[in-house]
Nanobody, 122 residues
Framework: QVQLVESGGGLVQPGGSLRLSCAASGSIFSIDTMDWYRQAPGKERELVASIGRVGATRYGDSVKGRFTTSRDNAKNAAYLQMNTLKPEDTAVYYC????????????????WGQGIQVTVSS
């Protein structure tokens, strides 16, 4: 019913930048929070950034000051601008949206993207 598709990952040198996008499609009535998570090999999935419906943001301690999340409600999309990337930022990045479907009122369910690889290496 709802699909989340991520784009923008890849290989970048330390100190470089990447911008991830996550676009939702389907029978969407409303999207509440839009989150970004990441999971490195052998580590637990961790919250990177979150943005609420009206734009309130919060970030994981390891990315504060380097990453910025934003959203475009008209496009049902979220973005993660990643600057000053470090090798320890290497991970699979996932978006997660809280979505209310058309006809469900404000009954929100969680949907995940498929994940996209970000590799920071020289």
């Amino acid at each position: 019913q709802v699909q989340l598709v991520e784009s923008g990952g890849g290989l970048v040198q330390p100190g470089g930048s990447l911008r991830l996008s996550c676009a939702a499609s389907g029978s969407i009535f409303s999207i509440d929070t839009m989150d970004w998570y990441r999971q490195a090999p052998g580590k637990e999935r961790e919250l990177v950034a979150s943005i609420g419906r009206v734009g309130a943001t919060r970030y994981g301690d390891s990315v504060k000051g380097r990453f910025t999340t934003s959203r475009d409600n008209a496009k049902n999309a979220a973005y993660l601008q990643m600057n000053t990337l470090k090798p320890e930022d290497t991970a699979v990045y996932y978006c997660k949206f809280s979505v209310a479907l058309t006809g469900s009122g404000f009954d929100y369910s969680t949907y995940w993207g498929q994940g996209i690889q970000v590799t920071v290496s020289s």
